[in-house]
């Protein structure tokens, strides 16, 4: 199964390195927005527009008290994140119990489950085509807190500090029967998680294009970035292998790269070559046909190889 990185960060973490993130093959990042009716995240902004900036596809989370309004603690959220949340960014809803239960004091199972559901279709109607889902834990799960279908991030460690590579080798969890999006599998040192899609999927569930992973989907942001990097810069950003091998598969099939010139999932002189006479051959001339995927050429190429782009 096809994975890609992330990361998540509040006030608590210092302002980051997001470039540098994204040269070391990080794809998304997630930033503490808000929480309850009225507290915000004082490093939010910050984050976010650094998030943004860096080209990473971003989004935001709200801790939530399920024993408060939740149209008022929607609203708080709202107002924070709408300055910010362009197509493709994602909502999150932090659904875990402070470990002496103050958030959840005084409601039942029945009463969080119709809390979340709210706070769940409030956002949504904020940001119609934008992606809402919940983080939270076995136990909230186990307990039924989360009305089916919702896109789940799910916290577990079974290791302590961990490195990317070993949470791609484990098995997926699978915390009462659910199939969580994304797993966050370690808070040190920071929080680190992985998603369930390879990078172009994952841009394309949360831009709403595809509303299940397998999608045949390129990311032309992850194409553009192996044609302009060295081949050891692209080896320290392995998201886009799988978008790149599919252009090279297509570029094979169109007889514009013979098949074993190059290394597959790397954007070598070989690819850029061939990717330049697949430009000629779309009738585009001089820097345009100069081996750099563009939209408009990626997008024509996918169109008849069956798969589509995404940014």
Not at 33 to 43: K, L, N, P, T, V
Not at 281 to 293: I, M, R
Request: glycine letters at 10%; hydrophobic letters at 40%.
């Amino acid at each position: 199964m096809s994975t890609c990185r992330g990361v998540d960060v509040s006030a608590y973490q210092s302002p980051q390195n997001w470039r540098e993130h994204r040269t070391n093959g990080l794809v998304f990042a997630f930033a503490k927005a808000s929480e309850g009716m009225h507290g915000r995240d004082d490093r939010f902004a910050t984050h976010i527009k650094g998030i943004q900036g860096a080209g990473l596809l971003a989004g935001a989370y709200h801790f939530g008290w399920p024993n408060q309004d939740p149209r008022a603690e929607a609203d708080n959220y709202i107002a924070a994140v709408r300055p910010y949340a362009g197509a493709g960014f994602c909502h999150w809803l932090d659904l875990e119990r402070y470990s002496d239960g103050r958030n959840y004091k005084g409601k039942s199972a029945a009463q969080i489950k119709i809390w979340v559901t709210a706070w769940l279709a409030r956002v949504q109607t904020a940001f119609p085509h934008q992606r809402v889902g919940v983080y939270t834990s076995a136990d909230d799960l186990k307990a039924g807190h989360v009305p089916a279908g919702t896109p789940i991030w799910y916290p577990e460690y079974p290791w302590g500090p961990a490195a990317f590579s070993k949470a791609e080798a484990a098995a997926r969890p699978k915390p009462s029967g659910w199939a969580p999006l994304l797993w966050q599998f370690t808070s040190q040192p920071m929080d680190r998680s992985i998603a369930y899609m390879s990078a172009a999927e994952l841009r394309a569930w949360a831009s709403g294009e595809s509303a299940q992973p397998g999608r045949g989907v390129v990311s032309l942001a992850a194409v553009v970035y192996g044609a302009t990097h060295s081949m050891a810069d692209e080896k320290k950003h392995p998201s886009g292998a799988d978008d790149i091998a599919r252009v090279q598969d297509a570029l094979v099939a169109n007889g514009r790269l013979k098949k074993g010139s190059f290394a597959r999932g790397i954007f070598d002189v070989p690819t850029k070559e061939g990717y330049a006479a697949e430009q000629r051959a779309q009738h585009f001339t001089g820097a345009a046909a100069d081996g750099v995927p563009g939209k408009k050429s990626l997008t024509t190429l996918g169109k008849r190889h069956g798969w589509t782009v995404v940014a």
